[in-house]
């Protein structure tokens, strides 16, 4: 457990943010393996089925992947207070909940499969290994979704390396379970999916023994705690608006599923590999703001406000540092970053497509990374309003342009639309920023350093 206020800033970000950053690469290495092998294995149809349906898993994990980020901002305050009786009760109760309801959700979601895949417009001939992704991945859902509840957890007391550790554990686990269904067991889709619920299970029972053993140093362990709705509804002031956020993120990419879909299998398959390459990117730069996330509430608990100015500066550089090599050999390398996914059967059209992106559209995702800063930092300092109004304005346009450039150009059309609307809200986020507002009322005269009115008197 470690307070990342104390000692150089500098050097405590770049600790904290390296395990987060090798966490993320492993955790999106179930995803990267199960399109690697879809595309080496089962061809463009497989990467389809994988990818027609993922819109409809998102959308719902979303929300509890922005609660879960809001939980993680209240337990680093509670930590940086040194309040472990809260911050347990807050754990047991939330943890509880959570699993509750993404599994009522996750039952619902199986059982309705049919009509929910008719709205996606997924094409008959990838309509069967798209279902069978489709339920396998909500079977996995509450325990995917406790899994990254952890990750916050832990993030919270300053142990950033523990889900480095689970991630290559399950990423192994993964692997093997991947090549045997696919190469030895022959059941395709099916395997993939089966194989990501087994690891994720694996992960869940590893961070609650984990959990456990940090109760004992924080001296609460002999604490009986029992699910208590009190301590979820303390939570919802941080974590609902996050919760609100990412689905209205996701919401969009939802809506416009059907539009996705009708470009034909080889355009889904094409973008199931942009969003491999995205998740990619966006995993440096996102690991790098969670470090702020993290810090900023540490700050406010310690009462150490002249810090966060500072640290929001820290964290764009360390993301510059970490985004610019690896979006450069994306850059220079496309035809071998294909080569991951596609055999030599694969469509000239689908390869083509990826490289476009690449090429012209991926370096749009500067003005991602600043906005995802951003969106961490309204995070730290508990301003829901921005960030909501923020990344509704992000969706909306997405929306807009999708609806009227896909018609027009195609999977261009799509690629552009989200460039686009990267940098609507970057600019909305800049005049924010100079504002003022990007910090709530009560803290501002401490994070710039005025003085109120009272206190000048």
Same mark, same amino acid.
């Given at each position: 457990?470690?307070?990342?206020?104390?000692?150089?800033?500098?050097?405590?970000?770049?600790?904290?943010?390296?395990?987060?950053?090798?966490?993320?690469?492993?955790?999106?290495?179930?995803?990267?393996?199960?399109?690697?092998?879809?595309?080496?294995?089962?061809?463009?149809?497989?990467?389809?089925?994988?990818?027609?349906?993922?819109?409809?898993?998102?959308?719902?994990?979303?929300?509890?992947?922005?609660?879960?980020?809001?939980?993680?901002?209240?337990?680093?305050?509670?930590?940086?207070?040194?309040?472990?009786?809260?911050?347990?009760?807050?754990?047991?109760?939330?943890?509880?909940?959570?699993?509750?309801?993404?599994?009522?959700?996750?039952?619902?979601?199986?059982?309705?499969?049919?009509?929910?895949?008719?709205?996606?417009?997924?094409?008959?001939?990838?309509?069967?290994?798209?279902?069978?992704?489709?339920?396998?991945?909500?079977?996995?859902?509450?325990?995917?979704?406790?899994?990254?509840?952890?990750?916050?957890?832990?993030?919270?007391?300053?142990?950033?390396?523990?889900?480095?550790?689970?991630?290559?554990?399950?990423?192994?686990?993964?692997?093997?379970?991947?090549?045997?269904?696919?190469?030895?067991?022959?059941?395709?889709?099916?395997?993939?999916?089966?194989?990501?619920?087994?690891?994720?299970?694996?992960?869940?029972?590893?961070?609650?023994?984990?959990?456990?053993?940090?109760?004992?140093?924080?001296?609460?362990?002999?604490?009986?705690?029992?699910?208590?709705?009190?301590?979820?509804?303390?939570?919802?002031?941080?974590?609902?608006?996050?919760?609100?956020?990412?689905?209205?993120?996701?919401?969009?990419?939802?809506?416009?599923?059907?539009?996705?879909?009708?470009?034909?299998?080889?355009?889904?398959?094409?973008?199931?590999?942009?969003?491999?390459?995205?998740?990619?990117?966006?995993?440096?730069?996102?690991?790098?703001?969670?470090?702020?996330?993290?810090?900023?509430?540490?700050?406010?608990?310690?009462?150490?406000?002249?810090?966060?100015?500072?640290?929001?500066?820290?964290?764009?550089?360390?993301?510059?540092?970490?985004?610019?090599?690896?979006?450069?050999?994306?850059?220079?390398?496309?035809?071998?970053?294909?080569? =991951?996914?596609?055999?030599?059967?694969?469509?000239?059209?689908?390869?083509?497509?990826?490289?476009?992106?690449?090429?012209?559209?991926?370096?749009?995702?500067?003005?991602?990374?600043?906005?995802?800063?951003?969106?961490?930092?309204?995070?730290?300092?508990?301003?829901?309003?921005?960030?909501?109004?923020?990344?509704? =304005?992000?969706?909306?346009?997405?929306?807009?342009?999708?609806?009227?450039?896909?018609?027009?150009?195609?999977?261009?059309?799509?690629?552009?639309?989200?460039?686009?609307?990267?940098?609507?809200?970057?600019?909305?986020?800049?005049?924010?920023?100079?504002?003022?507002?990007?910090?709530?009322?009560?803290?501002?005269?401490?994070? =710039?350093?005025?003085?109120?009115?009272?206190?000048?008197?």
């Amino acid at each position: 457990m470690k307070d990342l206020t104390s000692g150089n800033i500098y050097k405590a970000f770049f600790l904290f943010s390296i395990p987060l950053i090798l966490s993320s690469i492993l955790s999106q290495a179930f995803g990267i393996i199960d399109t690697s092998i879809a595309g080496l294995f089962l061809g463009s149809k497989g990467l389809a089925a994988l990818g027609a349906s993922s819109s409809a898993i998102v959308v719902v994990e979303a929300f509890f992947w922005g609660m879960n980020a809001g939980i993680g901002v209240y337990l680093s305050g509670a930590f940086g207070e040194k309040n472990y009786e809260e911050f347990k009760k807050i754990v047991v109760s939330n943890r509880i909940f959570i699993f509750a309801v993404t599994s009522t959700l996750a039952l619902l979601a199986i059982i309705l499969n049919g009509p929910i895949l008719k709205f996606l417009n997924v094409e008959d001939v990838i309509y069967i290994d798209s279902r069978n992704y489709f339920i396998l991945m909500f079977i996995n859902m509450p325990f995917a979704l406790i899994t990254h509840l952890y990750i916050y957890i832990f993030s919270s007391m300053g142990m950033s390396s523990f889900p480095m550790y689970i991630s290559m554990a399950s990423s192994v686990i993964n692997i093997v379970g991947n090549i045997l269904s696919v190469t030895v067991l022959d059941i395709g889709v099916i395997g993939l999916g089966l194989s990501t619920v087994i690891s994720t299970i694996i992960s869940f029972l590893l961070y609650t023994i984990k959990i456990r053993k940090c109760y004992k140093e924080m001296e609460v362990d002999k604490l009986s705690c029992r699910f208590n709705f009190k301590y979820v509804k303390r939570v919802f002031p941080a974590a609902i608006p996050n919760g609100a956020q990412q689905l209205s993120m996701y919401l969009a990419g939802f809506i416009i599923s059907p539009i996705k879909n009708g470009l034909g299998y080889t355009a889904i398959a094409s973008l199931s590999i942009v969003g491999k390459v995205e998740s990619m990117m966006s995993l440096f730069y996102g690991n790098c703001a969670r470090t702020i996330s993290t810090y900023i509430p540490q700050c406010v608990g310690a009462k150490k406000y002249h810090k966060i100015k500072k640290a929001i500066g820290v964290s764009f550089i360390q993301s510059l540092v970490f985004v610019i090599p690896v979006m450069l050999v994306i850059w220079l390398f496309p035809q071998i970053i294909c080569l =991951l996914f596609f055999n030599s059967e694969t469509e000239a059209e689908v390869i083509q497509n990826v490289v476009t992106y690449i090429k012209i559209f991926m370096p749009f995702m500067f003005f991602h990374a600043f906005s995802n800063a951003f969106h961490n930092v309204f995070r730290g300092l508990k301003n829901s309003t921005q960030l909501l109004i923020s990344t509704s =304005l992000c969706s909306v346009a997405s929306i807009i342009l999708a609806f009227t450039l896909c018609p027009i150009m195609g999977i261009k059309g799509y690629y552009l639309q989200a460039a686009l609307s990267w940098i609507i809200e970057c600019i909305y986020i800049v005049i924010v920023y100079v504002s003022g507002k990007w910090i709530p009322k009560p803290l501002r005269p401490m994070i =710039l350093g005025k003085k109120t009115s009272e206190s000048s008197e």
